[in-house]
C-alpha cells in the first residue's frame, strides 16, 4: 500500500488549500481514509476520516471538507477558512473497513505535507 499526499503550501489566514492523497496497492472501496496533522512540538492528531461518511474533529468542523474520488484512488481534503493554528505537516491514512480517529488504528501512512498558514 502507497499513500501519495500533496497540496501543501503557505497561504494567508481565511484561505484556502485542497490536499490530496493518491492511495494505490489497496482496494479502494474496501478501506477507510484519514488524515491527521502533528505541529511542531505537539502529537499527531485527527483532522477527518471517510469511508462511506465523514467525520471531523471539532477544530475543524465546518471549515475542512473530506471526499474521496473512486476513480483516482485519492482522498482530499478541502481547507477553508484557514488559521494560523492549522499550521502543521498533514498526514494521510488507511486502514481497512471502517475509520476511526484513533491514529494507531492505522497502518498505512503517507509523507507528510506541510501546511503553513500566516497571521
Known amino acids: 500500500v502507497q499513500l501519495q499526499a500533496s497540496g501543501g503550501g503557505l497561504v494567508q489566514a481565511g484561505g484556502s488549500l485542497r490536499l490530496s492523497c493518491a492511495a494505490s496497492?489497496?482496494?479502494?472501496?474496501?478501506?477507510?481514509l484519514g488524515w491527521f496533522r502533528q505541529a511542531p512540538g505537539k502529537e499527531r492528531e485527527f483532522v477527518a476520516a471517510l469511508r462511506r461518511s465523514g467525520i471531523y474533529a471539532d477544530s475543524v468542523k465546518g471549515r475542512f471538507i473530506i471526499s474521496r474520488d473512486a476513480a483516482k484512488n485519492t482522498v482530499y481534503l478541502q481547507m477553508n477558512s484557514l488559521k494560523p493554528e492549522d499550521t502543521a505537516v498533514y498526514y494521510c491514512?488507511?486502514?481497512?473497513?471502517?475509520?476511526?480517529?484513533?491514529?494507531?488504528?492505522?497502518?498505512?501512512w503517507g509523507h507528510g505535507t506541510q501546511v503553513t498558514v500566516s497571521a
Open positions: 496497492g489497496l482496494t479502494f472501496s474496501s478501506y477507510g
Open positions: 491514512a488507511a486502514r481497512p473497513s471502517f475509520v476511526t480517529t484513533i491514529s494507531t488504528d492505522y497502518g498505512y
